[in-house]
């Protein structure tokens, strides 16, 4: 299509041209006739008044009664005299068109009669005629004297130099309207490359982002509205190949959260119906056979009621995973070591039922601009995240300093290591990087209630493996203690 145009460009400027060429070469040609036309007509005007004065002063000196007889009596001294004077050839006719005395017999012989015809008819008349490169005038007109036509004087002369340098001017003109005709010609062909072939690569880019091809860029270094249209161009296939790559993320961000979403109605439905079917079986069997054997009642009992408290434990996380923060919830300057010491006492007897132990070193007045109930959340979770996945027979160390401006908290534990991404995606709501270690009855909602509560406080927290132990540090901003 784009090639066409270029053809376009080509045929349409190749018709303007040489149709200018030809209207110029004509109008010259026209104007340089005309003129020499004029030239012509001049000099025969001037030629016929001289003639005349001659022929006039020949009749009033020797004065005949018989103007024709005298008029050819003196033919030979007519065609003497104007022959010299006029620097031409000079014949003498009768008024009947009868040569009766010329300069150059062969000149009229051969010629053609069409201005002697018309003289014969009592008009004045000249026709040109051209032989090879030479131009002759043959001119005639009646000579009257007194009223009466006596005879007829012809005069050939020659204009060659004339039309010569008329022929030399046209040349010039021609080939000076060549040479414009082919520089403009060139001119044209050179622009309609220069704008054709931009536009055909840029339909060639554009027919290949159509098939989907979007790693294409034009590179055209021209400062020109097709410059600018290659800038815009390659702007817009890049903020396709953004605007796609986002979409893909999103895809697969999507996809993911889909198939977490999945996992955990999997894990819900198989940890809430454990302790509910577990529930119904002993609550069964006490039915039957509890009141005669008070051990077994006893061992059912005691199964149902951790039973149901493992399934209030599973309910309560779900609350606090899907909760929406309140605005109206009240926040205050509270003592963060404080809560994080007492966090600490308390979770010593659940890890010394995993045969673990909580060791820790907390710096007095940490204070934080925050919830007391929160932080407590917080600590519980991380320390019970820390509980359930570290080594057997491990240490949790326990630490919580002013480093800067903020109030670091740091839990750590020897643990498996995983790879680096997976950390920060443990913070996101069911996800779990292993299902087999994970402990009965968790859904992995704690870490996801850990940075809800976190950025609550506008904090930030971060989760890292460093010599085969796995370091969770949290950072508060500090408020200085006023004395």
Same mark, same amino acid.
């Given at each position: ?42 000099? *025969?005007?001037? *030629? ?20 024709? *007889? ?68 043959? @001119? ?40 414009? @005709? ?31 091809? *979007? ?244 904090? @930030? ?23």
């Amino acid at each position: 299509m784009l090639r066409t145009i270029k053809s376009k460009f080509i045929i349409g400027f190749f018709l303007i041209f040489s149709l200018s060429f030809l209207v110029l070469n004509q109008t010259v040609k026209k104007m340089i006739l005309a003129s020499n036309q004029e030239i012509v007509t001049s000099d *025969l005007i001037e *030629l016929k008044k001289n003639s005349i004065v001659y022929v006039n002063q020949a009749f009033l000196v020797n004065h005949y009664k018989n103007n024709k *007889l005298y008029f050819g009596d003196m033919a030979d001294d007519m065609v003497n005299h104007l022959s010299h004077s006029t620097e031409s050839n000079v014949g003498v006719y009768t008024v009947d068109g009868k040569l009766l005395s010329s300069s150059a017999k062969k000149v009229f012989a051969k010629s053609r009669d069409d201005d002697l015809n018309k003289a014969i008819n009592g008009m004045t008349a000249y026709h040109i005629t051209y032989d090879r490169n030479k131009a002759e005038v043959f @001119f005639s007109y009646p000579v009257v004297i007194e009223g009466k036509k006596v005879g007829i004087l012809r005069f050939s002369k020659d204009f060659s130099l004339l039309y010569k340098q008329s022929v030399g001017i046209l040349d010039i003109m021609f080939y000076i309207a060549l040479a414009i @005709f082919a520089a403009a010609f060139l001119f044209s062909y050179i622009l309609s490359r220069h704008i054709s072939i931009p536009l055909v690569k840029l339909t060639e880019a554009s027919s290949e982002v159509k098939k989907g091809k *979007l790693d294409v860029e034009i590179n055209f270094r021209r400062k020109d509205e097709i410059g600018q249209l290659a800038t815009n161009f390659n702007d817009m296939i890049t903020r396709i190949r953004e605007q796609i790559s986002t979409i893909e993320r999103d895809r697969d961000r999507l996809k993911e959260l889909n198939e977490q979403e999945k996992r955990f109605y999997d894990n819900i439905t198989h940890e809430l119906k454990t302790p509910l079917t577990s529930i119904q079986g002993y609550a069964e069997m006490i039915k039957e056979k509890g009141e005669s054997d008070q051990d077994f009642f006893k061992k059912g009992m005691n199964h149902i009621v951790e039973e149901s408290q493992r399934l209030h434990n599973l309910v309560i996380k779900l609350l606090e995973a899907s909760r929406e923060t309140s605005r109206n919830d009240q926040f205050d300057r509270v003592d963060s070591g404080k809560i994080l010491k007492d966090v600490c006492e308390s979770m010593k007897f659940r890890a010394e039922r995993y045969k673990k132990r909580i060791t820790y070193d907390i710096e007095e007045d940490l204070y934080v601009y925050g919830q007391t109930n929160s932080l407590r959340q917080l600590f519980i979770n991380l320390l019970d995240n820390a509980i359930k996945y570290s080594l057997a027979n491990s240490e949790i160390s326990v630490k919580a300093a002013i480093v800067g401006e903020n109030v670091l908290f740091m839990f750590k534990n020897p643990s498996t290591s995983f790879e680096n991404n997976q950390y920060s995606k443990m913070f996101q709501p069911f996800y779990s990087v292993n299902q087999k270690i994970m402990e009965e009855g968790s859904l992995g909602l704690g870490l996801s209630i850990v940075k809800t509560i976190v950025d609550e406080h506008g904090g @930030f927290i971060k989760m890292f493996n460093k010599e085969k132990h796995t370091i969770v540090n949290v950072e508060i901003h500090h408020m200085k203690v006023e004395k």
